[in-house]
């Protein structure tokens, strides 16, 4: 059966985890898994991720599926709860909370449990999307102190907004604030995502949260992974299925985005966005084939795109590409980064669109 495939390299994985150890050495480490973790699967990235302090989930779902699958490690709903139901699944596997709003706050207060539950409180520094303001953070705090079900380790919170702009002034905004309000309390604090880690060692604190870079992307705008000493974990790739001469004048592809501007072959890939590649990729975008690169021509369609290979089918031996040749859409010696710029998109979105009809396969 020819179908795309995503490679998944836990060794890679493990690598990333370490290197996020040797750049905050002194900080304990949550490593970010939602979302399917981010697209390389939650189950075995998460026992693979085994040496972290914590792992990250955005939704009670996801802890559960990781429960039922036999992880132990400690769980952090990044969003919290949202109803009773999901603060009784919370007691019940252990997890622990982010609690962001005055609603969360109440439920959590009114809950009836012996099990002393942990809290991350989170601080709005400016990204306004979840948080506290500053007179509801100190007023939820103390609060928390006094909850008997409440953990007396209340890890204190914020999220950076454009860590990945390091000459951003939003950047100095939120550290000042945060730093403001943290002013004389006694409790653990995080503020570092992944960018925060790489570009702002002051910022490590107790909890780093690393995401993106344990996945082997760099967080930073205009930089890969192995800027950052980061493997790549996933490899994305598929097979040739067919190749055809193109004669030049002639178009390709839906819409006739594309014409030939000499005699040339194509060949013609099993993948689309059907299986995640991003439909919006322009000509150009770089695939390998061994070690040459070919540019997309062509609309990419529901489950096929083609590639210009031009005269490369006309050689002969080992080096005439053939049907049935594998294909690196990104992954290896082709970064993510650079496949998702030609796609007016980010890297995450091309890890987490990867869809179900994939394979995926775990090595090392």
Same mark, same amino acid.
């Given at each position: 059966?020819?179908?795309?495939?995503?490679?998944?390299?836990?060794?890679?994985?493990?690598?990333?985890?370490?290197?996020?150890? @040797?750049?905050?050495?002194?900080?304990?480490?949550?490593?970010?898994?939602?979302?399917?973790?981010?697209?390389?699967?939650?189950?075995?990235?998460?026992? =693979?991720?085994?040496?972290?302090?914590?792992?990250?989930?955005?939704?009670?779902?996801?802890?559960?599926?990781?429960?039922? =699958?036999?992880?132990?490690?400690?769980?952090?709903?990044?969003?919290?709860?949202?109803?009773?139901?999901? /603060?009784?699944?919370?007691?019940?596997?252990?997890?622990?909370?982010?609690?962001?709003?005055?609603?969360?706050?109440?439920?959590?207060?009114?809950?009836?449990?012996?099990?002393?539950?942990?809290?991350?409180?989170?601080? @709005?520094?400016?990204?306004?999307?979840?948080?506290?303001?500053?007179? *509801?953070?100190?007023?939820?705090?103390?609060?928390?102190?006094?909850?008997?079900?409440?953990?007396?380790?209340?890890?204190?919170?914020?999220?950076?907004?454009?860590? @990945?702009?390091?000459?951003?002034?939003?950047?100095?905004?939120? &550290? *000042?604030?945060?730093?403001?309000?943290?002013?004389?309390?006694?409790?653990?604090?995080?503020? =570092?995502?992944?960018?925060?880690?790489?570009?702002?060692?002051?910022?490590?604190?107790?909890?780093?949260?690393?995401?993106?870079?344990?996945?082997?992307?760099?967080?930073?705008?205009?930089?890969?992974?192995?800027?950052?000493?980061?493997?790549?974990?996933?490899?994305?790739?598929?097979?040739?299925? =067919?190749?055809?001469?193109?004669?030049?004048?002639?178009?390709?592809? /839906?819409?006739?985005?594309?014409?030939?501007?000499?005699?040339?072959?194509?060949?013609?890939?099993?993948?689309?966005?059907?299986?995640?590649?991003?439909?919006?990729?322009?000509?150009?975008?770089?695939?390998?084939?061994?070690?040459?690169?070919?540019?997309?021509?062509?609309?990419?369609?529901?489950?096929?795109?083609?590639?210009?290979?031009?005269?490369?089918?006309?050689? &002969?031996?080992?080096?005439?590409?053939?049907?049935?040749?594998?294909?690196?859409?990104?992954?290896?010696?082709?970064?993510?980064?650079?496949?998702?710029?030609?796609? @007016?998109?980010?890297?995450?979105?091309?890890?987490?669109?990867?869809?179900?009809?994939?394979?995926?396969? /775990?090595?090392?």
């Amino acid at each position: 059966m020819v179908s795309a495939a995503a490679e998944i390299s836990l060794k890679a994985l493990k690598h990333n985890l370490e290197q996020v150890r @040797d750049l905050a050495p002194n900080s304990k480490i949550l490593a970010m898994i939602k979302a399917d973790a981010y697209g390389h699967g939650i189950d075995p990235v998460a026992k =693979a991720l085994a040496n972290a302090d914590a792992l990250g989930v955005a939704r009670v779902g996801e802890a559960i599926e990781l429960r039922n =699958a036999g992880v132990d490690a400690e769980l952090v709903l990044m969003e919290g709860c949202f109803d009773v139901q999901e /603060y009784q699944q919370a007691i019940t596997h252990n997890l622990q909370l982010v609690i962001h709003n005055q609603q969360q706050l109440e439920q959590f207060l009114k809950l009836s449990t012996t099990r002393k539950l942990k809290v991350w409180l989170k601080l @709005d520094t400016g990204m306004h999307r979840l948080g506290f303001d500053e007179v *509801e953070f100190e007023n939820a705090l103390a609060l928390l102190q006094n909850a008997e079900h409440c953990d007396p380790d209340i890890v204190l919170i914020s999220h950076m907004a454009c860590a @990945d702009e390091i000459d951003s002034e939003m950047n100095q905004k939120q &550290i *000042e604030q945060f730093s403001r309000v943290m002013a004389g309390k006694s409790f653990k604090q995080s503020m =570092a995502n992944s960018a925060t880690i790489i570009s702002k060692p002051e910022l490590h604190l107790d909890w780093v949260r690393p995401g993106l870079m344990l996945y082997g992307c760099s967080p930073m705008a205009n930089a890969s992974g192995d800027h950052h000493g980061l493997l790549p974990v996933m490899k994305f790739t598929t097979k040739v299925i =067919a190749i055809k001469a193109v004669k030049k004048g002639e178009f390709v592809g /839906y819409g006739s985005r594309w014409q030939s501007q000499q005699d040339t072959h194509i060949a013609v890939l099993a993948v689309g966005y059907g299986d995640g590649y991003p439909r919006h990729a322009k000509d150009g975008t770089p695939v390998m084939i061994g070690d040459k690169r070919y540019p997309l021509v062509g609309s990419v369609s529901m489950d096929m795109i083609t590639i210009d290979i031009g005269e490369d089918q006309l050689q &002969i031996g080992e080096d005439q590409l053939q049907i049935g040749d594998e294909a690196v859409l990104w992954g290896g010696n082709l970064p993510a980064e650079e496949v998702a710029q030609w796609a @007016d998109t980010i890297s995450y979105t091309l890890f987490c669109g990867i869809t179900k009809r994939v394979i995926r396969k /775990y090595i090392d």
